[in-house]
Nanobody
């Protein structure tokens, strides 16, 4: 059974930083492209960033320069470093493996507010 478990969300002030983690179980980590998605209240889920097993990264255009995706294949863990956070970054952040028809975590809430 494949499981993805996110952690690291919370409340942060505008301009602050957070690092999200996604721990993956099973043998998928080294063979699957992974990604972070987010869903803000009242909005559709959207892509944040993806990373291949070989480290090729892709970001939503609006987030380039502030967010950094990475993965540690040895630890079966993916990360999202988020800097210069804005209130509009408030959302539930989801970990994904294998695209829209793949595996999803339950999400971790990030709230950016003063």
């Amino acid at each position: 059974q494949v499981q993805l478990v996110e952690s690291g969300g919370g409340l942060v002030q505008p301009g602050g930083s957070l690092r999200l983690s996604c721990a993956a179980s099973g043998s998928i980590f080294s063979i699957e492209a992974m990604g972070w998605y987010r869903q803000a209240p009242g909005k559709q889920r959207e892509l944040v960033a993806t990373i291949t097993p070989f480290g090729k990264r892709n970001y939503a255009d609006s987030l380039k320069g502030r967010f950094t995706i990475s993965r540690d294949n040895a630890k079966n863990t993916m990360y999202l470093q988020m800097n210069s956070l804005k209130p509009e970054d408030t959302a539930v952040y989801y970990c994904n493996a294998g695209g829209s028809m793949g595996y999803w975590g339950k999400g971790t809430l990030v709230t950016v507010s003063s």
